[in-house]
């Protein structure tokens, strides 16, 4: 499998200098390999995403907050290709789902019709989207604890394993922790929202996200090979994430890189 970030931010794109290192689109996580791509999430970052019209393309949705999934309409291929696209999501069924990206995508929020419209869309159940997959990747949902809800992601190819836990605020409701840490045990890579600082956290709880600090106490709990850390904050500057990296991060977890490819094998 290969995996590549092409949004690594949360709440806004940041198209600015001292954040271009790191990169200023929001949420968008691409995993591939010879025979598919699968999409997790479009933010601004999905414009960057090269759909490969020869292998299968799958795209599965966290949540409907901005943040992932303002890039939707803006990737150019949408309009050219007769590549469908599944599209599914852990949170809400087939029609739940195409309500959230009708409201989003529909005037008066959008010019266009872009749900209804004729685009490259299959729109589908989670368990309709985990059977046209299965031939490729397996993928399990668990939920995570935000603002709304948002679904969890475990995609396998072999025995090999990425979760996504994209958003969550660790540490306000056990049980949803615990499913977090069932899916992760001893995963290849572990995706993890690490939006704030310890710090930062004590006027933003129950915004809906976890700490950079817990991500690493979190990989020695769970014991996966890598933990990214990812939906970095729009006020974090690539100073602030080298100087980070260097004072607490051990080998094993990293703060995720706009258009950086890794290999998982
Ligand atoms: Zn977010
Ligand atoms: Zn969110």
Known sequence: MEIEFHGVR??????????????????????SSKDFQLIIDAGSGFKNVRIREGRPTFLIFSHFHHDHLQGLPFNEALFSTKHQIHVGSGLVGKEGLKEAL??????PLFPLDLIGGNFAFNIMN?????????????I???????????????????NRSV?????????????????????????????????FTNSELKNKQ???????????????????????ITHHSPQRKDQELNQLTQDLLPGRVKFAKENKKFEIS
Not at 102 to 107: G, V
Not at 140 to 158: E, M, W
């Open 163 to 195: 979760v996504c836990g994209l958003d969550h605020e660790y540490g306000l409701d056990k049980e949803l922790d615990a499913h977090f840490h069932g899916a992760s045990d001893n995963s290849d890579l572990v995706i993890w929202d690490g939006m």
């Open 140 to 158: 399990a949902t668990f939920p995570l604890s935000h603002p709304g809800g948002a679904a969890g992601y475990k995609i396998a190819v072999g």
């Open 102 to 107: 009708s409201t989003a995508f529909t005037p």
């Open 126 to 138: 989670f368990e309709t989207f985990q059977a046209a997959a299965i031939d490729f990747f397996s």
């Open 206 to 228: 129950g915004w809906g996200h976890s700490t950079i600090e817990q991500a690493i106490a979190f990989s020695s709990t769970c014991n996966p090979n890598l933990l990214f």
């Open 10 to 31: 949360g709440s806004i794109p940041i198209p600015a200098e001292n954040f271009l290192e790191y990169g200023g689109n929001t949420t968008c996580i691409e995993i």
